[in-house]
């Protein structure tokens, strides 16, 4: 549940997270929810939400509930604005040259997203924000807070139909850069990627072992190297995919002005 709330020592409008007291005797639950705050707190990043404190609230009844006091965001998701169609390259790019820049800090610190979908992208009045860490992974053992987070055993094996992975820490970087790539495929050209049928627990939570073909993109006056990198962010091989710096460099490449693009 999220409500809004305002601090009577500033005054500042602030956002407040708290769990659901259905799940306030679940351990697993109030754990992700600091860990969530702790993530977030880590990245410092100017396109994610400040986190402004967490902890636990009694609640009337006598229920101690885990909560997050987060910066309170005007605007709507993504997802909304794609309902209506695909959007300009320019913005298009634009939106995910901010989000390549956050996956690089938050990869340079060890965090992994794991859940970048249009939904978890708000549109504000000061461009876009990343929300939602609730699935986020740390792929090292680095101090987050007062301890170290390790939220997974180093490797893991996933089962998809007739194909078994073994999937390592070093790869899921690699999920968000893939998940980065539908994205953009999204923005440009208003649909999906993947057949109606897909499963959806393939796509959420950067579980993109059944990857979608090579897109093709017949986007009218489309410059060739926003193709080429959506292309590369979603190649089915992790390995040729590109690291999140390079995407986010390569991006802001693309909008310089002096910059000259031949369409596809």
């Not at 298009?92 to 978890?120: C, E, K, P, S």
């Not at 393939?202 to 993109?208: C, E, M, S, T, V």
Request: net charge positive; with cysteine; proline share 10%.
């Amino acid at each position: 549940m999220v409500y809004q709330a305002v601090d009577t020592r500033t005054p500042r409008s602030l956002a407040v997270k708290i769990l659901t007291p259905t799940l306030a005797g679940d351990d697993r639950a109030r754990a992700n929810v600091k860990r969530e705050a702790l993530i977030t707190a880590r990245l410092r990043h100017p396109s994610v939400p400040k986190v402004y404190d967490y902890g636990d609230a009694p609640l009337p009844d006598g229920t101690v509930v885990p909560y997050v006091v987060m910066e309170l965001l005007s605007g709507k998701p993504l997802a909304e604005r794609l309902a209506a169609g695909r959007l300009p390259w320019r913005e298009a790019v634009a939106i995910a040259a901010t989000v390549a820049d956050v996956l690089a800090v938050a990869h340079r610190r060890g965090v992994v997203h794991r859940d970048l979908t249009a939904m978890n992208i708000m549109m504000t009045g000061y461009g876009p924000k990343i929300i939602d860490f609730g699935l986020a992974t740390a792929t090292n053992g680095e101090q987050v807070g007062r301890r170290p987070v390790i939220l997974r055993p180093p490797v893991r094996r996933v089962t998809v139909p007739r194909h078994p992975v073994a999937v390592t820490s070093a790869d899921q970087p690699a999920d968000d850069v893939y998940a980065l790539g539908v994205l953009l495929y999204q923005m440009l050209t208003g649909r999906s990627p993947y057949p109606k049928s897909t499963p959806m627990t393939y796509l959420a939570a950067g579980r993109f072992r059944c990857v979608a073909p090579t897109p093709v993109l017949p986007v009218p006056g489309l410059p060739r190297e926003v193709a080429d990198l959506t292309r590369r962010c979603m190649a089915k091989r992790r390995e040729d995919r590109p690291s999140s710096v390079d995407v986010a460099l390569d991006l802001w490449a693309i909008l310089a002005p002096e910059r000259t693009l031949a369409p596809i």
